[in-house]
């Protein structure tokens, strides 16, 4: 296989959902790929390929890119409801929920269906690529490759090799993260990789303070926004994440590091017991009303 992204002409993603339809984006503008949606849920494609429509519609009425740009990147894009249809691809990325079984099922799959050589690239945020990895006919090919949301302006993709992982995924994975514009950071394969297990406790401890009633929400956002000099507060943070996506991270953290400092905040399971995820369900922390 060859160590190059050169050699990467077709990506497939595996989920529709706003990280996924962002990596695909991406892929097909910046790196100029062949890009593949799969997702089993009709909705869900429907939803996620008119989001990316209104990006590049956006894009274009900023001026920073043409209609024939726009058409020329639309043109590359496809969609698939089951891997089975996937037409060969060089690269996948998998991005749905954070669960372990669900993407383990997933290689599996992958692997029946695809070329040996493909790569196999996990957006998992905190779930071991090694586990990950070894659910696959061939766990070297296996990789993570974590972007940060939203896909289209954050700069970094945390790269984290397995325990199984070869070097010439490694090198090829660097090289396509830097034609799809990102800056690469290179994590060990352990709970949280870099930026969660930082970012994380962080917003869980937030979460706790409004828990404990140490000051209201805003007053909690207001302060690490004005006198930390953050862009954002680590409530409103949290809602825009996803309260479904912190406590699973937060779940990853404690049950596999096993230390009390990672348990997730009481407030926050019962925010998503509640249905209260974020700004994706119009509640979480803050109320986020319907766009007429």
């Known amino acids: 296989m060859s160590s190059s992204a050169n050699s990467i002409k077709k990506m497939c993603v595996v989920g529709a959902g706003q990280m996924g339809i962002g990596i695909g984006l991406v892929a097909a503008r910046v790196a100029k790929l062949d890009v593949q949606f799969v997702d089993s849920n009709p909705a869900q494609l429907e939803k996620g390929l008119s989001f990316l429509d209104k990006l ?14 726009r058409a020329e990147v639309r043109s590359r894009i ?7 249809q996937i037409a060969n691809a060089d690269f996948v990325v998998e991005a749905v929920s954070e669960n372990i079984e669900l993407k383990r099922k997933i290689f599996a799959e992958l692997s029946e269906s695809l070329p040996e050589n493909t790569i196999l690239a996990t957006n998992t945020s905190s779930i071991s690529i090694t586990k ?19 896909v289209p302006v954050m700069k970094l993709v945390e790269i984290i090799p397995g325990l199984q992982t070869s070097k010439a995924t490694l090198d090829t994975t660097l090289d396509l993260a830097r034609k799809m514009g990102k800056t690469t ?10 930026a969660n297990r930082l970012l994380m406790p962080y917003i869980n ?11 209201t929400k805003e007053d909690i956002d207001t302060t ?3 006198g930390t000099n953050n862009p954002m507060g680590p409530l409103t943070l949290a809602d825009f994440i996803g309260l479904d996506t912190c406590l699973a991270i937060m779940k990853v953290l404690h049950n596999d590091l096993g230390d009390s400092k990672y348990r997730p905040a009481v407030l926050l399971q019962k925010y998503v017991d509640a249905g209260w995820l974020g700004v994706k ?7 986020y009303p319907a766009k007429n």
């Open 185 to 194: 950071a290179m994590s060990q394969d352990v709970p949280g990789f870099i």
């Open 205 to 215: 401890e937030a979460i706790i303070a409004l828990q404990e009633g140490i000051a």
């Open 56 to 69: 590049l519609v956006k894009d274009v009425n900023k001026g920073k890119c043409t209609e024939d740009e």
């Open 132 to 150: 990950i990895a070894s659910a696959a006919k061939k766990p070297e090919n296996v990789i993570g490759m974590h972007f940060m949301n939203p």
């Open 281 to 287: 369900s119009g509640k979480g922390i803050y109320e």
């Open 78 to 84: 496809t969609s698939v409801s089951t891997i089975s």
């Open 224 to 226: 690490m926004k004005l």
